[in-house]
């Protein structure tokens, strides 16, 4: 019987009486996630790169991430006239201590660079109660202070694209970031709720902004908010929402005070996004995030265990180790860590037993913050920790955790398994078969023998290469002695037969090789029938046997030949097309158009449209939508050996969250000879991917979203997707084209002119546009002939595109064109320092063909890192703004002197990168006069002057 963990819904329904108000006004809390989610991914992203480049190179540097810091006051709650930054620049910047810049790099093992920049103080107009949610259900007042402080901050002169730093180059406000601010922290002057739960009006909190705040094309949207008042962990636990790492705390206990980061339950004070924030007191000695939550942004290494039974693993600090049921990877897991509070001093300070292990169970079908009702008044969470001790003391909030809680801990528990409280049993399906015994701390981490299933589990791959049949085994669990299989062909005809047998049935004995590969002792060889047809395919049946007993019993169809004209869609409909849903709904399906229905162009041809059931031809266009709940699917027949890519001309419109985020979307698939799917990558890149919230098939997918199909009026402006066929396994390979739509919302669906086969010395030809200093790009139809093509431009921000250059080229043999960088500049409509979205759009007969957007500064982007930024404005009115940016480890002082050479204001700054502003004052505060003055900076290696002019 399997060992019980109940954790009540009715405690916790209780418990809540009195918790801090469920945030009901503004969008709604999921959409906080779909944010976070799109964050973390984008962050998986980039420590993927970093890990890559460290391989080659050592000493590659870290990816980084923008934050800007905004300080601020209130009417009842100001700051001392003579306030200066220093104490809050001394917590933000710099690799030792408890400042937030060193907490990212420890937490993320040097992959991420916390990218500080420090603005000057806001003192915002208004009292804290007129921005302050507290006690009505709602974002509109923080968003308020947020919208009031980055207007503040933007009218100062503070350029935005210097906190957008999230590309691959390293570099801020360049063509490869998002065109958004990373994230802003909000500190505030004031007593938050999290130092006073009784009395403080303003939450520690991370949101968005509906509307956001724009500087020469960058938004500012996401923020956080704190107190200057409170410990680095406060301020770590909502930079790291900012990141996207979610709450493991458990929203349905009541925390111990008001704040959310007096949490109870969840992971406790194992990690930061719970109790763990608080680390020793106040914030000071805070935890690192969990392996889970370092996991989802690429933090730690996490290796998937499929070891025999009784085989000796390893979990060292700084990594992660998944395991479940005969070593399948799925979304319900545990994960186990061990952590080195040493290697994390000054944080992980209050970490209960460390270097032990830590386990948890994830369950990865919860919602984020989230529960699951488990019947009986039972829940759990997507991620719980599995407490060694087996009191529940932790997941009922009767404490934050402790060392009994880890394995082997204050409790001994060296084993942990089916049988054992607590168990390893899943919370849908029994018993995993998943036991860790002879748990051990050691002097590098933890080690133990780990089983992963308490009987053999056999998975197989089978492909023909040629004439031979090439079947590889793994087992999972207790090992075989031995494995045979027989291969039968059960279908009419088998369109061949073995070698060996000369029949279509053979038995062979395999062997493990040193990788644990069970392979054939000898060939499969596959003697095929003469003239099989186009399409043809043979049933397989495999059945392994280890000592007369069958492990696995599985039938697979092969697929022999395909022919590389089976894409035309204008003649006969279905013909080699199959419809299909998957779902079984109906009421979206793919039609064939017999012409289109735009007629400013004379394109004469069929269209392929998936969109709901009763528009069958088009009449209705542009009043055309698709079925919610969709998911419906089109396969060709097999292609033939000679087609390397498919190029497909298409458009999308469908219900959009946000830039790249869709709630429904369509995707290219290939289908394997064995029915295997494989995602196509589309050598252009897909536009964006399906919410990983939606109720979509495609969910958390890449896909086709679209976003501007009619921006040309009723008129669609199409896009190119070249989708290689894949070059690592035998074909034949059929195209399959899925669309899948959430069940609220709909739009005009996916619509497709063209797809035409490419054979291998074309297959990477692209139709895709990059800039360079001047604007290049493929066209995929070169004839020797020039082509017109049009240069579109906008601002983001709501602007519509608008033409900005009309462009003949010749393209080269390739199909390569180019636009001299100096026209492109000159036709842009914004100012110089303006993020500007262009693209190329080209024609053909189906209509106009857009390139995606690339994005251009017309100055070439910020500059580079600079000790001493010049002033501005310059000549000045009245206060003046300039970025210094001090080296790790140095002090600066800036000394400001008048044209007769007196000296009139000095101050230090420590290391860190901030604007500062000169309000035009002299030391004793009274108004410098109109004239010359020299900004001189000293204590950073050579002296380094600046003029400026003040009017009075």
């Known amino acids: 019987m399997r060992p019980v963990r109940l954790t009540f819904l009715l405690l916790a329904a209780v418990l809540l009486v009195g918790a801090v108000p469920v945030r009901a006004e503004g969008p709604s809390p999921p959409e906080l996630h779909r944010q976070r989610a799109r964050q973390r991914e984008a962050l998986r992203d980039q420590a993927a790169r970093v890990d890559e480049a460290r391989r080659m190179d050592k000493s590659a540097a870290a990816g980084r991430f923008a934050v800007l810091v905004i300080p601020v006051d209130f009417t009842d709650a100001r700051l001392p006239d003579a306030w200066d930054d220093a104490e809050l620049a001394a917590r933000l910047f710099g690799d030792e201590g408890e400042t937030l810049h060193n907490y990212f790099r420890l937490a993320s093992a040097g992959r991420l660079d916390l990218d500080l920049v420090l603005a000057p103080l806001v003192r915002l107009p208004d009292t804290r109660r007129q921005y302050s949610d507290r006690d009505l259900n709602g974002f509109t007042r923080t968003r308020r202070l947020a919208t009031d402080a980055l207007t503040a901050v933007r009218e100062r002169g503070l350029p935005f694209r210097l906190v957008d730093n999230d590309g691959p180059d390293g570099r801020a406000g360049s063509g490869d970031d998002d065109g958004r601010v990373d994230g802003v922290l909000i500190l505030h002057a004031a007593p938050g709720q999290e130092n006073d739960p009784a009395d403080g009006l303003i939450q520690p909190l991370q949101f968005f902004l509906a509307e956001p705040v724009f500087d020469g094309g960058v938004a500012a949207a996401s923020y956080a908010v704190a107190s200057l008042r409170s410990g680095p962990g406060i301020w770590a636990h909502e930079t790291a929402h900012l990141l996207g790492l979610e709450d493991r705390y458990d929203p349905l206990l009541h925390p111990t005070g008001v704040s959310e980061v ?266 095929a029938a003469a003239g099989i047809p186009a399409a043809a395919e043979t049933r397989f049946r495999y059945r392994f046997v280890s000592g007369g007993v069958t492990l696995h019993d599985e039938i697979r169809t092969w697929l022999w030949s395909g022919d590389g004209g089976v894409l035309d869609f204008e ?105 295997e799917e494989v995602a196509a990558q589309p050598a252009e890149g897909y536009d964006g991917r399906v919410d990983p919230g939606s109720r979509a098939a495609a969910h958390g997918a890449e896909a086709f979203i679209g976003g501007d199909l009619l921006a040309d009026g009723d008129v669609p402006t199409w896009r190119v997707a070249t989708l290689p066929v894949p070059a690592d396994r035998p074909g034949p390979w059929r ?66 595109w608008m033409p900005v250059l009309d462009v003949n080229v010749i393209p080269d043999g390739l199909g390569l064109c180019r636009a001299d960088g100096a026209a492109v500049l000159a036709a842009l409509p914004g100012g110089a320092a303006t993020r500007h979205e262009v693209r190329v759009v080209g024609r053909r007969e189906e209509g106009r063909v857009a390139t995606a ?75 410098a006069a109109a004239g010359l003055y020299l900004l001189r900076l000293e204590g950073t290696g050579p002296v380094l002057t600046r003029k400026v002019v003040l009017l009075h």
């Open 262 to 527: 007096q949490s109870r339950g969840g992971l406790g004070r194992f990690s930061l996004m719970a109790s763990g924030a608080w680390g020793t007191g106040d914030g000071w000695g805070a935890a690192l995030p969990d392996a889970y939550s370092r996991a989802q942004v690429g933090w730690t290494a996490v290796r998937n265990l499929t070891v025999p039974a009784g085989g000796t693993e390893g979990v060292r600090p700084g990594e992660a180790a998944r395991v479940w049921r005969a070593g399948l990877v799925g979304p319900e897991f545990f994960l186990l860590e061990t952590r080195d509070p040493a290697a994390a001093a000054p944080f992980d300070a209050d970490l209960p037993g460390a270097g032990e292990l830590l386990a948890y169970h994830v369950d990865e079908t919860v919602p984020e913050g989230s529960w699951s009702d488990d019947g009986g008044l039972a829940y759990h969470l997507r991620v719980r920790l599995v407490e060694a001790d087996g009191d529940d003391g932790l997941a009922t909030g009767a404490d934050a955790g402790g060392p009994g809680d880890v394995f082997p801990g204050t409790s001994g528990r060296t084993t942990w398994g089916p049988g054992t409280i607590p168990s390893t049993w899943s919370y849908a399906d029994g018993s995993t078969g998943v036991t860790l015994a002879g748990i051990t701390p050691v002097a590098d981490g933890i080690e133990m023998t780990v089983t992963v299933s308490e009987e053999p589990v056999l998975d197989f791959s089978a492909a023909f290469a040629g004439d031979t049949l090439q079947l590889a085994a793994r087992a999972a669990g207790p090992p075989p002695s031995d494995l045979s299989c027989t291969v039968t062909a059960i279908s009419t005809p088998a369109w061949g037969v073995f070698a060996e047998s000369g029949t279509t049935a053979t038995t062979v004995a395999l062997a493990k090789d040193l990788d644990g590969t069970w392979r054939p002792l000898a060939p499969l060889v596959w003697n």
């Open 853 to 927: 957007a690339v994005a251009v500064y017309p100055d070439g982007g910020a500059p580079a890192a600079t000790v001493f930024g010049a002033p501005w404005p310059n000549p000045a009115a009245g206060e003046v703004r300039f970025l210094l940016d001090i080296p790790a480890g140095d002090e600066a002082v800036l000394k400001i002197y008048d044209v007769r050479g007196r000296l009139v204001r000095t101050a230090r700054y420590g290391a860190g990168r901030r604007f500062v502003a000169w309000d035009g004052r002299s030391a004793s505060g009274a108004r």
């Open 571 to 675: 003649a006969n409909w279905p013909g080699a097309w199959t419809v299909a849903y998957p779902d079984l709904e109906t009421g979206t399906t793919w039609h064939r158009w017999p012409a289109a229905p735009w007629a400013e162009f004379p394109f004469a041809g069929a269209v392929l449209a998936c969109v709901a059931a009763t528009h069958t031809d088009g009449a209705d266009w542009p009043a055309v939508l698709y079925g919610n709940s969709a998911h419906t699917t089109l396969t060709s027949s097999p292609l033939g050996p000679e087609v390397a890519a498919v190029r497909m001309i298409h458009g999308i419109e469908v219900e959009l969250l946000g830039p790249g985020t869709a709630m429904d979307g369509g995707r290219a698939l290939w289908v394997g000879p064995d029915g």
């Open 735 to 800: 195209l399959r084209l899925e669309f899948t739509s959430n069940t609220l919302w709909r739009a005009r669906g996916w619509y497709v002119l063209e797809l035409e086969t490419v054979a291998a010395d074309g297959a990477a030809a692209a139709y895709a546009a990059a800039w360079d200093g001047d604007l290049t790009w493929q066209w995929p139809w070169p004839d020797g002939g020039d082509v017109d093509f049009v240069l579109e431009a906008r601002v983001p921000g709501g602007a519509a």
